[in-house]
């Protein structure tokens, strides 16, 4: 079993960053992939970034490349996901995953899920 909590979210202005964490316990996941998701009001929960677990390989949807970066420390146990530039349609919970074997950008094949932290970006 893999407990994941989320940290760093909050309210920021258009334009403005933030970084949340992911610290992970129960298990290493030196080998398990690591992603993040997000969920707004009133629709599905979408991905935003995955890295694997063997290679470091990272993968991101149009909307947030080049403005979102994904990393992991396998020493602490813990994910980040930087978020720079933000705009308001990044509003959202979002929520760390893992899983298992390679990463995929479907939510369906991670295994371990956090709580969510809120991100509010205003205009």
């Known amino acids: 079993q893999v407990q994941l909590v989320e940290s760093g979210g909050g309210l920021v202005q258009t334009g403005g960053s933030l970084r949340l964490s992911c610290a992970t316990s129960?298990?290493?996941?030196?080998?398990?992939?690591m992603a993040w998701f997000r969920q707004a009001p009133g629709k599905e929960r979408e991905f935003v970034a995955a890295?694997?677990?063997?290679?470091?390989?990272?993968y991101y949807p149009d909307s947030v490349k080049g403005r979102f970066t994904i990393s992991r420390d396998n020493a602490k146990n813990t994910v980040y996901l930087q978020m720079n530039s933000l705009k308001p349609e990044d509003t959202a919970v979002y929520y760390c995953?893992?899983?298992?074997?390679?990463?995929?950008?479907?939510?369906?094949?991670?295994?371990?899920w956090g709580q969510g932290t809120q991100v509010t970006v205003s205009s």
């Open positions: 995953a893992a899983k298992s074997g390679s990463a995929t950008t479907g939510r369906d094949g991670y295994d371990y």
């Open positions: 129960g298990r290493s996941i030196s080998t398990y992939a």
């Open positions: 890295i694997s677990w063997m290679f470091g390989s990272t």
